[in-house]
């Protein structure tokens, strides 16, 4: 499959916090990211290039992700109304992902 990065339109932030240590990263305009179906899951990698380059790589097996994307679901209506470019941007992706997995039955 082809490998494909994508400019960062928002911003993303990371943080990993160990006992001992924390490590804290923000992936603004200007980085990169790449997602794409891998195994039985999603990858997504952000790619900040440059002086100050870092790249963070999460996997996220299909399970998990159907849980989180539940939970998060379950927070959004406990929260204010969403403004409608945010709403509109994530109804055509969510859009997207639904009719590619509709497709694999």
Known sequence: MK????PVPDKAEVAIDFPDQVYMGSFSRG?????R???DGLMI???REGEDSRVVEVHLHHHLLADILASWGESLSQEPPMDPD???TLI???TKVEK?????R
């Open 3 to 6: 490998r494909t990065t994508h």
């Open 31 to 35: 980085t990169k990211f790449e997602a």
């Open 37 to 39: 179906a891998e195994n």
């Open 45 to 47: 990698k952000l790619i």
């Open 86 to 88: 945010h709403r509109k």
């Open 92 to 94: 055509d992706a969510l």
């Open 100 to 104: 590619a997995v509709r497709k694999r």
